[in-house]
């Protein structure tokens, strides 16, 4: 990981966020279920796929993650 990616946004809006963890606004109960929809690195919005048994999601600069 390089300086410029480090956590930095939140993963329900895209807006800065220290640390990439949610801040005030989005942290509630049903965003604890959601999937991530922009991207923590550079909050670009990412491709979601949900299925029944979890969700993956695609940065086109940083790859993807998936529902653990």
Known sequence: M????EP????HCGQPSPGGA????C???RTALE????????AR????QV?????TARCSR????ASG
């Open 2 to 5: 390089t300086p410029s990616d």
């Open 8 to 11: 930095g946004y939140c993963v």
């Open 22 to 25: 949610d801040h005030p606004a």
């Open 27 to 29: 942290h509630n109960p």
């Open 35 to 42: 999937p991530p929809r922009y991207c923590v690195f550079c």
């Open 45 to 48: 919005r990412m491709v979601v």
């Open 51 to 55: 299925t029944p048994v979890g969700w």
């Open 62 to 65: 940083h790859g993807e993650t």
